[in-house]
């Protein structure tokens, strides 16, 4: 991975040619080192960049996706405890308004509960 820094004239930039994403001017991060080859050829638009920027670049993406990820766990988590207590007609209209899904009220509550949970571990806490 190598440090590459955008120094174009505009002030943000929406990187599609190459897949790396949204850039700031003076911006640095780090890619990879076939894709920083391509890109340095850009000499008006990209630099080499410090490695110690694109570094903590990297680490406080890596720290805003772990967030994330735990956050919709803990959103995964709510949900399972509110199904295991809802009723036949709650869980039906649950599932219709976080899965657009309409599911047979003739069920048994503990069969609606397990087709609910089977819903949120495949489609996720979706609002």
Partial sequence: MKAITYIGRRPYRNDVTY???EWA???TKLVQDATALKMLRHTDS???GDDKQGEQQEAVETVVEKDKKE??????????VSIQTMGVDAIAEFVQRHFNQKIDRRKSAENLRIDAVNLLHQFGPLE
């Fill in 19 to 21: 897949g790396t994403g």
């Fill in 71 to 80: 956050t919709e766990e803990d959103q995964v988590q709510d949900l399972l």
């Fill in 46 to 48: 990209y630099a080499p």
């Fill in 25 to 27: 001017a003076g911006q």
